[in-house]
């Protein structure tokens, strides 16, 4: 990418979040709520995430399968087969059975938030000139990430019960008031 085309994409984003300010402001906000809730309540949301993640496994393999099955001809025919029956099971696993896999998906949320949290500190320092006022909320957001992973890791094995839902609320609690931050500070940009 030249440095043309990025100060133009820079410029170009600058100019979506300050034009579209509210909808930034509207979604953190959703997400501060949303994120209440799941805290408040977190074996009821962890088991709320599991079964959703069931459902969509289980939605997408069944649609994998009649897919697979109306090409039979075509290449990869046996690999679809698998992907598409191994999305079946998990799904039907993790609705059957959501306390077994609010545990497994304990597992997998500390890795996104490992990798979540590295990926949004590095955005936030490579875009701190950009972002001027905003990079300090992204930091933030990338921090609070590893740190949610590494409070997960220090109370495994029993925190698989009420860890899914109270960190996916925390997550969103912070990633909601990093949007309210960004919405606000791209509104105090405006001309």
């Known amino acids: 990418m030249t440095s043309q085309s990025f100060d133009a994409a820079r410029d170009a984003v600058s100019r979506a979040i300050r034009e579209h300010w509210r909808l930034f402001l509207v979604e953190g906000i959703i997400l501060v709520l949303l ?7 977190p074996l009821l949301a962890g088991l709320a995430v599991t079964i959703l993640f ?23 025919f046996w690999w679809s087969l698998i992907s598409a029956v191994l999305g079946i099971l998990v799904g039907g696993m993790l609705i059957a059975q959501p306390a077994l896999g609010m545990v497994t998906l ?29 990079w300090g909320w992204m930091l933030t957001s990338g921090v609070v990430d590893l740190f ?44």
């Open 106 to 134: 304990t597992y997998l949320l500390i890795a996104f938030f490992i990798v979540e949290g590295v990926a949004t500190i590095m955005f936030a320092l490579d875009h701190r000139r950009e972002l001027s006022g905003r």
């Open 148 to 191: 949610l992973a590494a409070v997960i890791l220090t109370g495994l094995p029993g925190a698989g019960a009420w860890a899914l839902g109270l960190i996916v609320g925390i997550n969103m609690l912070f990633g909601g008031a990093s949007m309210i931050g960004m919405a606000l500070a791209a509104r105090s940009e405006m001309p």
């Open 35 to 41: 994120g209440l809730l799941a805290a408040v309540l």
């Open 54 to 76: 069931g459902w969509l496994f289980l939605i997408s393999g069944v649609t994998g399968l009649i897919t697979t099955f109306s090409m039979s001809r075509a290449p990869g």
